[in-house]
């Protein structure tokens, strides 16, 4: 912890960075009427040497704070160093990919579960400290995954209506993924109209499968869509599906390099599938 | 009327639920899906779950639901012809369990809808329902009721409250002519003995600020927007807050079919960006930080200015609902504390 608030306090006397996007103290009670996982720590934005105390890295540290990088706002506050999860390192460099951020925005601090920090000044840095990580699902997540797959396809079809009938299309989901930073989300283009506005059960159905088709092969797997879900929808197994299947299907994971095709939008001449030519 | 008080066992509420069921009347209540506890149809009182502090979402889609059917219309050689919803085909409802809080924020919602011109879909529904509230013997740290004008035992907005005084055994102040109806001629109703102490058997919540200096503060704050960016830099702009919001109101239309199909109602929220984008590409909030003003201002400064009621009954919930742990609460107290 001190190494963390340390290493945030010279980056900020040095005016390496500007503003250290971290964990701080949130509210500090867990939610007593939703038993599905609720940060109690929250993201601060430090611009100030004096308040590098403040932050904190311990089990409650979730959110994937690679968000902001996005956000106009915290973009206008000048370069960043990022406390980062292992997700959230694997999202900086998918956004890299995807040319959404680049090696002078930003520096990262990558932590662990074991409180150590690293500074990680580069993408190459970045790279070099995700390929040393086990990056696959775990096996845990994948022992769920077998549990769904082996429904039949109206026993699934049967619990996604469910899950989804309580959907609200408060879009919590889209705030929350680092990776949806459309400008102008599909849901909200009307000419024509895609996806269905209204909550029902076509508009949940459409809207919840557009976005994880729309991460496929970019999800990094950090689970802040299920977090953020205030119904509790598990939208992480949507995710957690396709990248079992990208993986499968193109050898491909997300957020492994800040040069790299999509596995779901790349085009390659010598295709073997003629469909596509 | 004046309220009237007697004592109700679990018994005795089995037989509301039956009766009601035997009317037709389709009952509302806390029930427990998967991880989550929120309104839905039950039928029997062992359906109900009343032991949280709150539901997830609100009461409010009993009589503004997410997505709402306005009209139907068909069209054929350039004639349009308009179906009306049947008024008198809405459900009479019992909205039971809700806290004081949600009972309270009907007021509010009412401010809206009937505003200027009244929303008789929203009044048809209000008219058809009994809303029969339980106090709160408990509280967490996202609740404030007592800061915005409402109690753990405030009867405001309900047709009955019920007090559980002791295991199974309540106390019900019937407050309206619905709240007399709903009980009927329910037998096993004993006449309330003085020595009943409603108050023993409530949740303590201190206010935890002074509500007339929030509305002058937020004037004060309101070209401060330093300060607003400040308090709303990790807000994802999302809906959660305003979807699980009593009192949150706004919509958008949509119609739905082509040629013949329907005009629906379905929630919408200022925190969104295109919110108020308007046609020609401007937009008058285009930042995150507006539109968390643009919440906070219109929960504590322009409703009370226009409608003579708070936005806000204190519930919580959107502070439970956060993902990113944006506190209604911590929020409304840094206005009121802000050096002018």
């Known amino acids: 912890m001190e190494t963390l608030a340390n290493i945030a306090r010279e980056l900020l006397a040095a005016g390496t960075v500007q503003t250290v996007i971290g964990y701080g103290h949130g509210s500090g009670e867990a939610a007593l009427t939703r038993t599905h996982t ?7 934005f430090i611009r100030d040497v004096a308040k590098a105390g403040s932050l904190i890295f311990d089990a409650s540290c979730q959110q994937n704070l690679a968000v902001y990088l996005m956000k106009p706002e915290v973009r206008r506050l000048g370069k960043a160093a990022l406390v980062a999860t292992p997700a ?9 990919a995807e040319n959404q951020v680049s090696d002078h925005d930003l520096l990262a601090l990558a932590v662990n579960g074991q409180g150590e920090v ?17 990056n696959d699902l775990k096996p845990g997540e994948i022992a769920e995954l077998q549990k769904y797959a082996a429904l039949d396809l109206e026993q699934r079809r049967q619990f996604w209506e469910e899950q989804f009938s309580r959907c609200l299309k408060c879009y919590a989901c889209r705030g929350a993924c680092p990776l949806c930073y459309c400008s102008r989300c599909t849901v909200e283009c009307n000419q024509p109209q895609w996806i269905p506005v209204p909550a029902h059960d076509l508009g949940n159905l459409e809207w919840n499968v557009m976005r994880a088709m729309h991460l496929a092969g970019r999800c990094v797997n950090c689970g802040d869509c299920s977090r953020a879900c205030p119904v509790g929808i598990p939208l992480h197994l949507l995710n957690q599906k396709l990248i079992s299947e990208v993986l499968d299907n193109f050898d491909s994971r997300s957020g492994m390099a800040a ?8 085009f390659k001449p010598d295709d073997p599938e003629d469909f596509i030519r | 009327m004046e309220s009237d008080k007697k004592l109700i066992g679990r018994s005795e509420l089995e037989k509301l639920f039956s009766q009601w069921q035997s009317q037709g009347t389709r009952i509302l209540a806390p029930k427990k899906n998967n991880d989550t506890i929120d309104f839905a149809l039950v039928t029997t009182l062992a359906e109900v779950s009343l032991d949280q502090v709150q539901t997830v979402q609100s009461a409010k889609t009993s009589v503004f639901p997410r997505v709402e059917e306005l009209f139907s219309f068909t069209s054929r050689d350039g004639r349009v012809v308009i179906r009306e919803r049947d ?83 309540y106390l019900a102040e019937i407050v309206s002519e619905k709240g007399l109806m709903a009980v009927g001629e329910t037998s096993g109703l004993r006449p309330c003995p003085a ?26 704050l309101f070209d401060d927007a330093a300060f607003w960016a400040e308090q709303s830099l990790r807000c994802l702009g999302c809906g959660a807050c305003a979807y699980v919001c009593p009192t949150c ?10 040629g013949s199909g329907q005009r629906l109602r379905c929630w919408d929220s200022c925190g969104f960006g295109l919110f108020t984008l308007h046609t020609s590409g401007h937009n008058p909030r285009p930042v995150q930080s507006q539109r968390w003003r643009q919440r906070l201002m219109h929960k ?15 519930c919580g919930r959107c502070s439970r609902a956060c993902p990113v742990d944006m506190n209604i609460l911590e929020h409304v107290r840094s206005i009121t504390e802000a050096k002018p």
């Open chain 2, 300 to 314: 504590f400064a322009y409703m009370p200015e226009r409608q003579q009621v708070l936005g806000c009954v204190g």
């Open chain 1, 38 to 44: 609720q940060t109690q720590a929250r993201a601060v």
């Open chain 1, 118 to 134: 690293a500074l990680l000044a580069t993408l190459a840095a970045i790279e070099a400290h995700v390929a040393a990580l086990d």
């Open chain 2, 195 to 220: 020595n009943v102490n409603k108050e023993a058997h409530l949740a303590k919540l201190e206010p935890a600020f002074a509500r007339e200096k929030v509305a002058p503060a937020l004037a004060r």
């Open chain 1, 259 to 266: 040069k790299a095709d999509n596995a779901m939008s790349t």
């Open chain 1, 88 to 96: 959230a390192l694997r999202t900086i460099l998918q956004l890299a």
């Open chain 2, 249 to 258: 109101a706004c919509f958008d239309i949509q119609d739905e079919g082509g």
């Open chain 2, 87 to 169: 008024r008198n085909a809405l459900p009479a409802t019992v909205l039971f369990g809700v806290r004081p809080c949600d009972a309270a924020a009907f007021a509010a919602l009412k401010a809206i809808f009937t505003w200027d011109s009244p929303d008789d879909l929203f009044s048809a529904r209000m008219e058809k329902m009994t809303v029969i509230a339980v106090s709160c013997a408990r509280a967490d740290a996202y609740c404030f009721c007592t800061s915005v004008g409402g109690g753990p035992g405030a009867t405001a907005g309900s047709d009955m409250l019920l007090t559980e005084t002791g295991p199974g055994e």
